[in-house]
C-alpha cells in the first residue's frame, strides 16, 4: 500500500472546476468543426487551459493571441504589451529601423529595468535575413525587446510564454546550421504537436551517410527498415511511404542508400517518442 500522509496536497484552486473544464472542452469541439482553427480538438484545449493560466479569454486565445508551440506558448507582442499594462505596469517605448528600447517600471515595487534590442543583435543572432525582419524591421525588434523585458521584470504576469513568431526563428537558426553542417532535410516521422494554423513545422534533419547517390541498398538494410515498421506509428509510416512514393514494405528496395541512416535516425526518433508518452 502506498504511504500519501507525505505527499504534497494538490492546490485545486489553480484547476478548473467540472464546468468550466466541460465549457473547454464544448468550444474546443466547436472550433475544431468551424475548420477555422488548426490542430484537433485536445490541442485547441490545451491552448485555452493554456490561456486561462495567462488570464486570456478563449476567443482572444483563438484569434490569434496565444500559441502553443509543441508544449511552449507564444503570444502575440500586443497582447503582452496589453497584458502587463492590465497588471497596472508602466512602459515607455521608443522604436527605429535599427533599436528598440522600451523602459518598464513595476507598479508594486517601483522597480524599473530598460531593455534594448537592436538590427545588430539581431544580425549576430541569425534573425535579421528573415523576410519579415527585412520589411517590418520596426516590428520584429520592438516584439524581441517587449519579449526580453516581459521575462525579466513582468515574469508573473506572462509566466514562461514567448512572443510570437521567437520559437519558430530559433529553430530556424539551428535547422540553417545544421544544414550547413551536410545534414539533409526528409519529411518527418514523429509526430508534431505544432499548431498547424500558426506555423509549418520544421522538418527533422538527418545526415546524409552516403557521398554516392542513386545507389541502391542492399538486402541487409532493407530487412533492418523492415524490421522497423511495426514499432514505429501509424502516421510515421504513412510518411515514410508517402515521402519515398512507395505502397508497402515490398518495395523498399526503392529507397536511395544515401537515405538509408537518415530513414533509422527518423524511425528512432519516433520510437523514442513513444516511449516518454508512456
Known amino acids: 500500500m502506498t504511504n500519501t500522509e507525505n505527499l504534497p496536497a494538490i492546490n485545486t484552486t489553480l484547476l478548473p472546476a467540472a464546468q468550466e473544464f466541460q465549457m473547454f472542452q464544448t468550444i ?17 484545449f490545451m491552448v485555452l487551459l493554456a490561456a486561462r493560466e495567462l488570464g486570456i479569454s478563449p476567443m482572444l486565445a483563438l484569434n490569434g493571441g496565444i500559441w502553443n508551440i509543441q508544449g511552449k506558448i507564444e503570444i502575440s507582442a500586443r497582447l503582452m504589451n496589453s497584458m502587463i499594462r492590465r497588471a497596472g505596469h508602466t512602459m515607455q517605448i521608443t522604436s527605429t529601423r535599427t533599436e528598440c528600447t522600451i523602459v518598464g517600471m513595476r507598479a508594486d515595487t517601483k522597480e524599473v529595468h530598460t531593455e534594448v534590442f537592436t538590427l545588430e543583435m539581431a544580425e549576430r543572432a541569425g534573425l535579421a535575413s528573415g ?21 525579466r521584470l513582468f515574469p508573473d504576469v506572462i509566466g514562461t510564454a514567448y512572443v510570437e513568431n521567437e520559437i519558430k526563428d530559433a529553430k530556424e537558426i539551428e535547422r540553417q546550421e545544421l544544414l550547413q553542417a551536410g545534414y539533409e532535410e526528409v519529411t518527418p516521422c514523429h509526430d508534431d504537436n505544432h499548431n498547424e494554423s500558426h506555423n ?6 538527418l545526415v ?22 511495426p514499432k514505429i506509428t501509424q502516421k510515421c509510416k504513412y510518411n515514410f511511404f508517402d ?7 515490398t518495395e523498399l528496395y526503392k529507397i536511395p542508400a544515401e537515405r538509408y541512416k537518415g530513414c533509422i535516425n527518423s524511425f528512432n526518433l519516433n520510437i523514442n517518442e513513444q516511449v516518454k508518452e508512456l
Not at 468551424?34 to 490542430?39: T, V
Not at 523576410?131 to 521575462?151: F, G
Not at 509549418?200 to 534533419?205: L, V
Not at 515521402?243 to 514494405?249: N, Q, R, S, V, Y
Open 131 to 151: 523576410n519579415v525582419w527585412k520589411k517590418y524591421p520596426e516590428d520584429m525588434l520592438y516584439n524581441r525587446c517587449m519579449s526580453r523585458l516581459a521575462r
Open 208 to 229: 546524409d551517410a552516403s557521398p554516392e547517390k542513386n545507389v541502391a541498398l542492399n538486402q541487409e538494410q532493407i530487412d533492418t527498415l523492415a524490421s522497423y515498421l
Open 200 to 205: 509549418a513545422p520544421i522538418s527533422t534533419k
Open 243 to 249: 515521402f519515398f512514393g512507395i505502397k508497402d514494405a
Open 28 to 44: 474546443a469541439n466547436s472550433a475544431k468543426k468551424s475548420g477555422l482553427y488548426g490542430g484537433d480538438e485536445h490541442k485547441i
